[in-house]
Structures are given as structure tokens and as C-alpha cells.
């Protein structure tokens, strides 16, 4: 379902129409917008109107906007919902689970550069041959904005080729873009039920892709799997084999080394449930 775009205003907040379009109730099939989403739009709205140098009616200023975001966090709360890492123990089963030549194709470039690359879903389903250099020791991709580089500045992804073939990010790319024809434009493309290759994935294909890969290859809890496991994933095997946070945060574009320890944490957790059923 199309979502109404907000009316810039320098009004009230009820005149700017901030309210429904943040929070209104989620039609049939939608899910209910987490507090996170709905502090993003309200950020949107805000960007918007200063660029055009109107005053927002969406800012905390506004008692009504801020009662009702304040309503909304008591009502859905603010804890993220945290995806278990796809490690590569376990991206190796879901290899294993592939089926159909040219699907399997597909699905196998995308688990290894998702998870090589250490890409959030938008940024896999963004991502254009053009912005794919090849050259002697792998590929470098070039993601022209993420999250956290709303300036639109870029920033460059080395993946190196893999020292097995079974898992290397780059021969699954190039087999890929061999076996569909892909040329130019949107790398990832959806795959029909005959083998056609169609139009260009979205983040949200990713994310289901990802889900059924999971539970055809029966890993425990699939529902804890999706699009973000890739690249929780990569922090967490990059950790445990050595990898710096300088490092890591160097490769992931992430601003917040928090949020780097928050995987690292998650993974401890889980070795530490696992030890714990030992009897010892």
C-alpha cells in the first residue's frame, strides 16, 4: 500500500498533517510501524521544511507531537528488534539448501557479497554493475549513500576473492552476472518461477530471501534470521577472528563503535547459553 507523502507546512502540527501520516494505524497486511521508523519520518519532515526555510510541525517543540511520540514509545516500545548473525558456518548450510540453477545463482552472490561486504539490505538492493570495480585481488563496490552517510558522500567496499571456492563473494558475483545476463543497472534481480530474470530486487526481497533460505536449510529459529543477519554476521566473524573495531568500522561505515560491540556482545550470549547446556 502507498504511503501518503506529508504536505510541507509552516502551520500547526494538525494543519501540517504530521500525526497521520506518522502514526496512523497500519492497513490490512501492514505491520505497525516501530517507534525507531516513526522517529525517522518525524527527522524527514523536519530535514524537509528547513531546507525550504519553513518552520516544521513536526518537531518536539509542539506539545501534540511530542505527547503522542511519548504515547507511542510507552505503546510499542523502543527495544530493536535484533536479527541473529548469518556466520559462515551458517551461511555454508544455507549454501547447501539452494535450489534451481539460476536462482541458486543469484542467491549465492547475494548471501557471500551480503555478507563480504558487510551490506545493510538497502544498500545490496541498491547496488548497480556500474558500481562494481573488478580488478586483480577481487572487487571494490562503491555505495554511493548509506544510513549514515545522508551527505551522499560514498564510501568504497573491498571484497577480496575467497581462498575457497565454495564461499568466494567474487566467483559467485561473477557467475551470477553470467548466468543471468545482467549487464548494467540493478544487480540483484528477482528470478520467476521458469528461470526468467525480472526486475530488480528491494530490500524487502532481500529480507525474505534470506528467511526462506534459512528455514530450507532448518537453521534453529528462523524467524530470528533476515536481511540484517548478513551483516551482523561479518561483524561478529570479523571479531572472532581478530579483526580490530577499527577495522571493522573502517569496513562497515559504522559511526558508533556501540554498535559494533552490541554484536559482539550478542554472539557471547549465545557461546555462553551453548557452554551453559554442557552439564558441567
Same mark, same amino acid.
Given at each position: 500500500m502507498r504511503t501518503e507523502r506529508p504536505q510541507l507546512s509552516a502551520?500547526?502540527? +494538525?494543519?501540517?498533517?504530521?500525526?497521520?501520516?506518522?502514526?496512523?494505524?497500519?492497513?490490512?497486511?501492514?505491520?505497525?510501524?516501530?517507534?525507531?521508523?516513526?522517529?525517522?519520518?518525524?527527522?524527514?519532515?523536519?530535514?524537509? @521544511?528547513?531546507?525550504?526555510?519553513l518552520d516544521s510541525p513536526a518537531t518536539m517543540n509542539h506539545r501534540l507531537v511530542a505527547d503522542t511520540l511519548h504515547g507511542i514509545r510507552r505503546t510499542l516500545g523502543v527495544a530493536q528488534t535484533r536479527k541473529k548473525p548469518l556466520t559462515r558456518d551458517r551461511i555454508v548450510k544455507l549454501l547447501g539448501a539452494l535450489e534451481g540453477p539460476i536462482a541458486a545463482a543469484r542467491d549465492k552472490a547475494l548471501l557471500l557479497i551480503g555478507f563480504a561486504g558487510s551490506l545493510r539490505r538497502f544498500e545490496l538492493a541498491a547496488l548497480r554493475v556500474e558500481e562494481v570495480a573488478w580488478h586483480g585481488k577481487g572487487i571494490t563496490?562503491?555505495?554511493?549513500?548509506?544510513?549514515? &552517510?545522508?551527505?551522499?558522500?560514498?564510501?568504497? #567496499?573491498?571484497?577480496?576473492?575467497?581462498?575457497?571456492?565454495?564461499?568466494?563473494? #567474487?566467483?559467485?558475483l561473477e557467475n551470477w552476472l553470467k548466468i543471468s545476463g545482467v549487464k548494467a543497472g540493478q544487480l540483484f534481480r528477482r528470478v520467476g518461477q521458469h528461470g526468467n530474470v525480472g526486475e530488480a530486487l528491494d530490500k524487502d526481497s532481500i529480507g525474505r530471501i534470506v528467511k526462506r533460505l534459512v528455514?530450507?536449510?532448518?537453521?534453529?529459529?528462523? &524467524?530470528?534470521?533476515?536481511? @540484517?543477519?548478513?551483516?551482523?554476521?561479518? +561483524?561478529?566473524?570479523?571479531a572472532a577472528n581478530g579483526a580490530t573495531d577499527r577495522q571493522i568500522m573502517k569496513h562497515t561505515g559504522h559511526k558508533s563503535i556501540a554498535m559494533v560491540h552490541r554484536y559482539m556482545r550478542e554472539d557471547q550470549k549465545d557461546r555462553q547459553a551453548a557452554a551453559g547446556r554442557l552439564g558441567l
Open positions: 502551520g500547526h502540527p +494538525v494543519h501540517g498533517r504530521p500525526l497521520p501520516y506518522i502514526a496512523r494505524h497500519p492497513g490490512e497486511g501492514e505491520k505497525p510501524r516501530k517507534a525507531a521508523s516513526i522517529t525517522r519520518r518525524l527527522t524527514s519532515i523536519n530535514a524537509a @521544511h528547513k531546507e525550504r526555510g563496490l562503491l555505495i554511493p549513500r548509506s544510513k549514515t &552517510d545522508q551527505e551522499g558522500e560514498g564510501r568504497e #567496499v573491498e571484497i577480496p576473492l575467497g581462498t575457497h571456492a565454495l564461499t568466494c563473494p #567474487v566467483m559467485a528455514r530450507r536449510a532448518r537453521l534453529a529459529n528462523p &524467524d530470528s534470521y533476515g536481511g @540484517h543477519s548478513l551483516r551482523a554476521g561479518f +561483524v561478529t566473524e570479523a
